[in-house]
DNA sequence: TGGGAGTGCTTTTTT
DNA sequence: AGCACTCCCA
């Protein structure tokens, strides 16, 4: 035990060590939080405090979980396999897989994972006539999500206007047709399963008193349901470890409610609140950005890295002419890394947003310097593995009309929109699913459609006493989808992954599978399918391999590399216009993101930014980042001078504008100027000449607008 | 049925 | 610019 806590440092020590009482740790980045959270644990368990199966560890990716598994199986001598160690949704998953019927739910209920939520929508909208102008299915989604989120049902929705009504009402729908499938969307596994253990008094009780010692990952990205059902499970006298940093939290897009840190502060009344502020990772000047950017946020917990590394190399900041310009430097600047020896896995190029990758994917590859792209297409989200899980799904709930629709006519049988128009309306009547309507068509296409009705039936009878990876292999060979993709001229990565699925399921059989399968009454197949919904796979190829990384600063959370760049530290770009547009806490969020951006540099940091970039096929002139001037001068090495003379124009501080050709006027990008009712602001692009002229201003307080010159006043200030 | 043309959108993303 | 999606025709 004495080596579980050597080496931890004097608050790190504490917060593994704190008796049985709430607990929220305040973990800067890098500095120990993953380390802490699995010590704790180990700690407990070893001092025999507890018991593993009264452990209850919460994270919010499948990568995190696996992380904490590892690193506690390394800790102690224990069997963390059946230890409830997850995400929220794959262990609210498990909880209504154990208790399906105290919720409703057909025993192998699926889940449906954002497409084919939206899918349903889509389907759902369009058979209840709604104009899909006015309610976008995307937004219905987003509608239901959100309500969810907050725990309400559509019952509990308010509406104040006749369009919200609309939309509560769609809601209802929604929630029947899931009901009437027996598939349950991301968040419903999540509010089913707290609506399961409020109302059910004994199962409620059983598990309070069975986890003692709740702990929590990332807890400020955990929404307001999330919140809600950790209180509940530890409502029973269990003690919640929480730990978060206020300061990465960068979800609020998807319902993260920083707000949740300082209401368990409040809720907890007495919560050791413990700061984790010393930073293993990056040298004294990046924390020193990073320190001084994150001041400038409001409502802060308060907290503030610091290093003994020493204060390493001055920050690197490049501005380029263009977007080109700023990769070559960039890739240039790689090329050099790597002759000096630096890994290229341990150089990460991070961006905004993810159309900023393509330029700098053309001048790696033009530079013949081997890199990986981050957040593409997930293997479980590829369509031919979507297809294949489809007749999966239909073995197991043949109600699953999402499922039935995606490949009822996939390999083609000749079973067009008109047959399935008669269907659905035929299922719409007799309140079925589309597969029970199916028996009741007649005529041609009924002989179709009955055709592949059968084809479901005898594929079922037929793999029912087979182990999973051969059902799987069954179904892809009989459904006609390996026939299908032999075919097609560019099937053969799409054949290649329908192997992968079926090595996947070997694999989970063998792993995974034994422990769901006792958990879970479903089956294996059930189990299997469950998995993929949950697990997206991050199966990208050529893993391992050296490489420089790519990625958006939101996928870069918890990583950490050697040398970082920023690009794009543009104005409008980062910090996203429509973020700024959002207002103080929309700026915040960004402010944050920024902050993520730069603690992930180890040894060598690079601001980059362009000052004209290609965006929507136009050519923006761009004003470089307001968080470059966040940071002292002192902290940063300039490595150009401006290229073009600057018209010396002061945009919100000392940080400089952009410049180009004058439009009319004398108006040009870059100018500050003034307009009656949107205030000051900055020229950030123009477009068209004399008449036409319209220029794009970046209000400090009204945001970014289009202004065509013919109208608008805008006096140079 | 399937492809070609026309249309519209475009921050971030996990489960 | 690029991509996804829809619509319409052969």
């Not at 629709?405 to 929109?417: C, S, Y």
């Not at 307001?626 to 902290?635: A, D, K, Q, T, V």
Request: a negative charge; one cysteine or more.
């Amino acid at each position: 035990m004495s080596d579980l806590l050597a080496n931890l440092n004097a608050p790190q020590l504490q917060s593994v060590t704190l008796p049985p009482v709430h607990a929220l740790i305040l973990a800067g980045a890098g500095s120990g939080k993953t380390r802490v959270l699995t010590t704790r644990i180990a700690w407990l368990i070893s001092t025999n405090q507890l018991g593993p199966q009264g452990v209850l560890a919460v994270t919010f990716t499948n990568k995190a979980a696996k992380e904490m598994t590892a690193r506690l199986s390394s800790l102690v001598p224990i069997n963390v396999r059946g230890m409830w160690i997850g995400t929220f949704h794959g262990l609210c998953n498990r909880l209504l897989r154990a208790h399906y019927r105290e919720v409703g739910l057909p025993q192998s209920f699926q889940i449906m994972d954002s497409a084919d939520q939206l899918a349903m929508v889509k389907r759902l909208a369009k058979n209840l006539g709604l104009d899909d102008e006015r309610f976008p299915p995307r937004e219905l989604c987003q509608f239901i999500n959100a309500h969810k989120e907050q725990g309400l049902r559509a019952a509990q929705a308010e509406a104040y206007d006749s369009h919200t009504q609309k939309r509560v009402d769609f809601y209802v729908e929604y929630e029947n047709q899931c009901n009437r499938e027996g598939v349950v969307d991301f968040a419903e596994l999540l509010l089913r399963c707290y609506e399961l253990l409020q109302r059910n008094e004994p199962l409620r009780t059983h598990y309070q008193q069975r986890f003692q010692q709740i702990l929590v990952d990332e807890f400020q990205d955990t929404n307001r349901l999330q919140y809600a059902w950790l209180q509940l499970l530890a409502g029973g006298g269990a003690k919640i470890f929480a730990v978060g940093d206020d300061d990465q939290s960068i979800y609020r897009f998807r319902g993260a409610e920083v707000g949740n840190m300082r209401d368990f502060e409040r809720d907890y009344a007495g919560a050791n609140i413990i700061r984790l502020e010393q930073n293993y990772r990056s040298h004294g000047n990046i924390l020193a950005a990073a320190n001084a950017i994150i001041k400038f946020n409001s409502d802060r917990l308060g907290k503030n890295l610091w290093t003994d590394a020493g204060e390493g190399e001055r920050i690197r900041v490049f501005e380029g002419v263009s977007d080109l310009d700023e990769a070559r430097f960039v890739i240039e600047e790689i090329r050099e890394l790597i002759r000096d020896g630096m890994t290229p896995t341990q150089i990460a190029i991070l961006y905004r947003s993810n159309a900023q990758s393509r330029v700098l994917e053309h001048e790696l590859f033009t530079k013949a310097i081997p890199y990986k792209v981050y957040g593409g297409l997930r293997f479980f989200e590829r369509q031919e593995i979507k297809h294949a899980l489809a007749y999966l799904r239909l073995l197991g709930n043949p109600d699953d009309d999402t499922a039935f629709l995606r490949v009822v006519n996939f390999p083609t049988r000749g079973i067009g929109a008109r047959s399935l128009e008669n269907l659905q309306a035929a299922a719409h009547q007799t309140h079925s699913s589309l597969y029970n309507a199916a028996a009741s068509l007649s005529g041609k296409a009924g002989q179709a459609v009955g055709a592949f009705i059968r084809l479901i039936e005898s594929l079922r009878l037929e793999t029912e006493k087979l182990p999973l990876p051969e059902i799987i292999e069954h179904v892809i060979e009989k459904s006609g989808l390996a026939e299908h993709y032999r075919t097609d001229k560019e099937g053969q990565e799409r054949l290649e992954n329908l192997d992968e699925l079926i090595n996947a399921a070997a694999t989970f059989v063998d792993d995974d599978g034994v422990v769901m399968s006792v958990e879970g009454e479903g089956g294996a197949l059930a189990s299997f399918l469950a998995h993929a919904s949950l697990e997206s796979g991050e199966h990208q190829a050529g893993e391992g391999q050296e490489a420089v990384q790519l990625m958006t600063v939101h996928a870069a959370k918890g990583l950490e590399f050697d040398a970082v760049f920023i690009t794009g530290l543009e104005q409008g770009l980062f910090p996203h216009e429509n973020a700024v547009n959002e207002g103080k806490d929309g700026l915040e969020e960004e402010r944050r993101l920024m902050y993520v951006a730069i603690t992930r540099a180890r040894q060598r940091l690079y601001l980059c930014s362009a000052q004209t970039r290609m965006l929507h096929g136009q050519t923006r002139y761009c004003v470089p980042s307001s968080f470059l001037g966040e940071i002292p001068e002192s902290l940063m090495l300039r490595l150009n001078k401006r290229q073009k003379a600057a018209p010396a124009v002061p945009v919100f501080g000392d940080f400089g504008g952009g410049y180009a050709e004058p439009v009319v006027d004398g108006l040009r990008v870059g100018l500050t100027v003034e307009h009656a009712k949107f205030g000051i602001g900055v020229i950030v692009a123009t477009e068209g000449r004399g008449a036409d002229a319209r220029v794009q201003v970046n209000f400090a307080s009204n945001g970014m607008k289009w202004l065509a010159l013919e109208y608008a006043k805008l006096t140079p200030v």
